[in-house]
Structure formats: structure tokens, C-alpha cells
């Protein structure tokens, strides 16, 4: 591609670039994954309307077409016919390009999420796979802030900050969280190089030797639950996810579109197909967020069958196994998604100053001390001729130990800050509980200071019920 | 092909993800109604009359936690860099690092005592 960019003959030579097998293979990945991202957002926008009145016993949309599945179809329908407004304030540049700003990284993040054994751009085999996902991920800031800038609104650039604020904060325990998965790829190959990328990573899930056995070799080749890494690192899991929360700006993380405060945050000017953009990113992100658990956690496209068909050098047996592999990506992903919006029915939203506390006192202190941890057993275990198994078993019984005790950590200090919190206000209740007992004791069951003010009023009145 | 041509491929999906959202607006721009009104245009703050613009002073916090960012971004490039290549380096490499993250923990104690995870 480069030799196509800077040849002699660049128009020849460009057009054989684009009759190439290859270049038209990008351009089929690339048209399935921008596919991929918006279907995947009409779903998931219907299943969180869905799980959600199914989890509050309501029954959510039933009226577009059979059992409401039409409802997102209508949505989008109704978002393309509505009137785009710019207000007269806004900064038109900065207003106009944010939803692009926010959409690019997350439809540019697809480029590195290897969909099946076969089904993956060169974009797959990009060395720096997650740190390239992360990088793309912090982007997302810059379109967040500039709506919340570009609007000329007060929600909106209260709504933008917070956003930024939360974002960047989260995204340090984010990667910080799979760092000991890197250091896992490094420790378990016999070179000692480990690797970021996605595709490579899933290699180190499987320990699956062939035993000739054929119905063990069918479930089991490439499908190894027991070495999957959140068996070792489950506690990075549950702090990734929930910095996953945070930077998708969901619940218990949605600060910065809180409706109660901040009315719509940094989306609040936003109309029609800008803000279904907007929307369309979050999603997308979502999408980003579980695939990357998946990936690193989840033994990503491995399921029972996929190696055992793809490695028989049958073309239709390896599609067949191509779809399984695909299916079990979209389930496991779907799951994570489910999670997501679990997680969004059952919490209610943090207090801002319990945000940033949580990001930069717990989250950031415990991932750090996980780095050295493991650094620090696998030195040990490796000096005293340990095998690599001994390693993982003990760092998985010490993160299973500190994931209880990070839930324990979690529940005290959450108590201990909204007692904090609350103390100023309940001091003032109490004050004014005793003045007004002193005072003003309760008239007829209405409070005292009602009754008297009602009490004066009457007495210009002709007639008076009260008294 | 050099190795790197999957930057190259990104760079066409961050374009993609541009013009798609650019498509998509126009595409909503051309069949939506256009009937604007001095109203409509005005800003939205809940229903009462504007008063003053929104760019006035916000707190300083967040420039705060803007510099603390840059700050532990840089520095966990370097410990993803070091991750890699973990088994190799060893004792000495865990040493490094060790350090590393002794002083980066003490930047981060440093801004807790200063208050800036206080917030409001």
C-alpha cells in the first residue's frame, strides 16, 4: 500500500491496487464493521428498553411490530425526519464536527477486533492492538468536550467538563487493569516477548494439547475454560468493567448526563441525526468495552468446535466453524452488554465527589499494587523452579482474595462517605427539629410553621376554618 | 507490504467513522423540515430567557486532573512498554519498575493531600 502510494506511475499502479483481492477485502471488512456497529446499536437499544421493563415488570415496547421489535427501526426513522437546530449561539465549527469526532474513533477501534480464526482486517495484526484501542477510546474525550463547548449552553459545558474529567480518570485504571494480562503473554511465551495484540492474546487461553479422542478434541481444541484469564485476574475483570462504565458515561457513572441536573449533559442542543450520532458512538462503545473483556478475559471467539472445524482444511467445515466462532464472539459479547445494562437497573448514580475519589484512590492504588504483585509471585515462583501453572493458580487464589476484599473496601468506604457527606445536612435537620419543637410545637398536624403563617393570614380573612 | 499497513487501514476506518457521520446528518438535513423560529434557535435553559453566555469561569479542578492525566498517561506507556518485555528483563526490570510506581504513588499521595480528589 505504501509502494501504491508513492509509485512512479501512481495512476496505474492505483488502479491495480483497487482491483487487488485484497483491497476489495477491506473494503467488504469495512463496510460489515461500520454494519455491524449500527445494528449492533438498534439492538442493543431495543434490548436495554426490553431488559430493563423486563427487569422493573414492565412490558416496554410492544406496539411496533410483533413483541415492539420494530421499535428501533421507528426510532431511527423518526430521528432522520427530525429538524436539525443549531442554535444561534453555538460555535458552529466545533458544534457541527463534535458527533464526527466522537463517531470516527469508535467506528476506527472496529479495525482491530478480529471477528473470527478468518474474518479480520490486516488492521488485527496491528502490534499494539489494546493500546491502540485505548488510545482511540481517549479521542472520544475531545468530541465530548467540544459538544459540550460548541453548544453555548450551560448544561452542556458543565455536562462536557464532567464528562472529560470522568473520562480521563477512568481510562488510567482502564489500562493500568490489563497490564498484568500483557505481563501473562510475556511470561508465558518461552521467547519472553509478550504482545498487545487481541488475536494473539486468545492463543494464550488455550492449553489444549490433542489427545486423539474425538469427541474431546471437538468441544475442548481452542476452548479451554479453565485457562481463561479471568480465572486469574478476576478482580481486573470487575475493574476494567466498571471503568468500561465510566467511560461509556453509564450508570452508576452517567454524571455527566445526569436528566436531574444537567438535563441531557453535553447532548442537550443536539436534534436529530446529530444527536442519534451521538448515540450511535455510545453504543458503539459499549460494543468496544465487551469485545475487549471478551477478548482478554473470555477466551474471546473460542467455543466448543471452532479450532477442531477450521483445523480440518475443509473449506465449507472451516465457514461452518467460522460462524460458530463468530456466534460465540456476539454471545459473549451480548452477554457483556447485558451486564451493562444490569448493572444500569440496579445502581443508583455515584455522588461526584465519590466518582473521582473512587477512580483516583481506589482504583488506581489497587491496579497499581496488582502490577507488582504479579511481577513480585512470579519472580519468586520462577527463582525457587516452580512451573508456570504454580504461577497462575497463585495469582488467581490472591486476586480472587483481593476481589472479595475490594467489594468489602468498596461497601465501607461508600458508607463512610456518604455519612460524611450527609453529616452537614442532618446536623442542620436536627438544629432545626429542636428549634421548631421549642417554638412552634405542630398545630393539628400541620407543621408548625404552616399553621402560623395560615394562623396570621386568617386573621385578615372574614372567616376562618382553622381557628 | 510493510508491517505497519494496518495503520494505514485504521487511518481509512477513523476517516470512515468521519464521513459517516457526516453522511448521516446530511441525510437527515435534506428530508427533515427546515421551519426555523426565533425560539427554536434560542438556547435551551428550561424554558426561561437566556441570561448570558456559557462561557464563563468553571473551577479549576478540572485543569487539575487534566495535568494529573498527562501526567500517569505517559508514565503507563512506559509500564505497558516494560509489561511486554517483563520476563526477559527480570529481577532488575521488576526492580525499575518497582521504583517507577513508588514514585508515581507518591505524586499521587501528594495530590490527595493537596485535596484535589476533594472535588467540589
Redesign the interface.
Known amino acids: 500500500?505504501?509502494t501504491l502510494l508513492f509509485a512512479d506511475v501512481w495512476w496505474a499502479q492505483l488502479w491495480s491496487g483497487i482491483i487487488s483481492w485484497q483491497f476489495l477485502q477491506?473494503v467488504v471488512a469495512?463496510l460489515s464493521?461500520?454494519g455491524f456497529v449500527l445494528t449492533s446499536a438498534t439492538i442493543l437499544v431495543l434490548a436495554e428498553r426490553k431488559v430493563m421493563a423486563w427487569m422493573q415488570d414492565r412490558l416496554g415496547p410492544i406496539h411496533t411490530g410483533p413483541w415492539g421489535l420494530l421499535q428501533t427501526v421507528a426510532d431511527v426513522a423518526k430521528?432522520?425526519?427530525?429538524?436539525?437546530?443549531?442554535?444561534?449561539?453555538?460555535d458552529k465549527a466545533i458544534f457541527?464536527l463534535a458527533?464526527?469526532?466522537?463517531?470516527?474513533?469508535?467506528?476506527?477501534a472496529?479495525?482491530?477486533l478480529p471477528l473470527s480464526p478468518y474474518v479480520g482486517?490486516?488492521?488485527?495484526?496491528?502490534?499494539t492492538g489494546?493500546?491502540?484501542l485505548v488510545a482511540m477510546s481517549s479521542i472520544d474525550v475531545i468530541g465530548v468536550i467540544m459538544a459540550g463547548w460548541g453548544?453555548?449552553?450551560?448544561?452542556?459545558?458543565?455536562g462536557g467538563?464532567r464528562a472529560?474529567?470522568q473520562m480521563?480518570?477512568y481510562?488510567?485504571p482502564l489500562?493500568?487493569a490489563l497490564?498484568?494480562v500483557?505481563?501473562f503473554?510475556?511470561?508465558l511465551?518461552n521467547s519472553?516477548?509478550?504482545?498487545?495484540s487481541l488475536r494473539e492474546i486468545l492463543n494464550y487461553q488455550n492449553v489444549w494439547h490433542k489427545t486423539g479422542i474425538g469427541v474431546l478434541d471437538f468441544i475442548f481444541e481452542g476452548f479451554t475454560p479453565w485457562a481463561w484469564f479471568f480465572l486469574v485476574q478476576p478482580l481486573m475483570l470487575v475493574i476494567y468493567y466498571t471503568c468500561g462504565l465510566a467511560e461509556t458515561n453509564r450508570a452508576p457513572f452517567d454524571l455527566p448526563e445526569a436528566e436531574s441536573e444537567l438535563?441531557a449533559g453535553y447532548l442537550?442542543?443536539y436534534s436529530?441525526?446529530?444527536w442519534?450520532?451521538f448515540f450511535l458512538g455510545e453504543y458503539g462503545n459499549m460494543t468496544i468495552v465487551s469485545a475487549i473483556t471478551a477478548f482478554l478475559f473470555l477466551g474471546g471467539w473460542s467455543g466448543p468446535g471452532v479450532s477442531y472445524l477450521t483445523g480440518l482444511n475443509a473449506p465449507w467445515w472451516g465457514l461452518v466453524g467460522n460462524l460458530l466462532a463468530v456466534g460465540y464472539l456476539l454471545l459473549k459479547i451480548y452477554g457483556m452488554c447485558f451486564v451493562f445494562i444490569w448493572v444500569r437497573s440496579t445502581l443508583p448514580r455515584l455522588r461526584?465527589?465519590q466518582?473521582?475519589?473512587f477512580a483516583?484512590?481506589i482504583l488506581?492504588?489497587v491496579t497499581?499494587v496488582n502490577?507488582?504483585l504479579t511481577?513480585?509471585i512470579?519472580?519468586v515462583v520462577n527463582s525457587l523452579g516452580a512451573p508456570n501453572w504454580l504461577f497462575l493458580v497463585i495469582t488467581g487464589v490472591i486476586n480472587w482474595a483481593g476481589l472479595f476484599g475490594f467489594v468489602q473496601l468498596v461497601r465501607r468506604v461508600t458508607a463512610s462517605t456518604t455519612r460524611r457527606a450527609q453529616a452537614p445536612a442532618i446536623r442542620a435537620q436536627r438544629r432545626a427539629e429542636t428549634a421548631a419543637s421549642l417554638a412552634l410545637p405542630l398545630r393539628d398536624a400541620i407543621p408548625a410553621r404552616v399553621a402560623v403563617a395560615q394562623s396570621a393570614g386568617a386573621t385578615n380573612a372574614t372567616s376562618s376554618t382553622e381557628v | 507490504m510493510p508491517a505497519n499497513i494496518g495503520y494505514l487501514y485504521a487511518a481509512i476506518f477513523l476517516a470512515a467513522g468521519f464521513i459517516l457521520a457526516i453522511v448521516a446528518t446530511l441525510l437527515g438535513n435534506i428530508l427533515a423540515p427546515h421551519k426555523r423560529t426565533k425560539e427554536k434557535l434560542q438556547t435551551y435553559e428550561s424554558g426561561e430567557t437566556v441570561i448570558g453566555t456559557a462561557r464563563v469561569q468553571y473551577p479549576l479542578g478540572f485543569y487539575i486532573f487534566a495535568l494529573l492525566f498527562v501526567a500517569f498517561d505517559v508514565d503507563i506507556v512506559f509500564i505497558a512498554a516494560w509489561a511486554i518485555i517483563f520476563k526477559p528483563l527480570g529481577l532488575f526490570g521488576f526492580i525499575e519498575i518497582t521504583f517507577f510506581i513508588i514514585v508515581l504513588a507518591l505524586g499521587l499521595v501528594y495530590a490527595w493531600r493537596k485535596g484535589v480528589t476533594r472535588w467540589i
Open positions: 500500500m505504501y477491506f469495512l464493521s461500520i430521528l432522520l425526519l427530525k429538524e436539525d437546530i443549531h442554535v444561534n449561539t453555538a457541527l458527533p464526527s469526532v466522537f463517531l470516527g474513533p469508535v467506528i476506527a472496529f479495525a482491530v482486517l490486516p488492521g488485527t495484526a496491528l502490534a489494546i493500546i491502540y453548544s453555548n449552553n450551560k448544561y452542556s459545558l458543565i467538563l472529560a474529567a480521563i480518570s481510562e488510567l489500562i493500568l497490564i498484568s500483557i505481563m503473554t510475556s511470561i511465551t519472553g516477548i509478550g504482545t498487545l438535563v442537550t442542543e436529530g441525526m446529530r442519534a450520532m461526584s465527589d466518582l473521582m475519589q483516583w484512590l488506581i492504588p497499581l502490577i507488582l511481577g513480585g512470579y519472580l
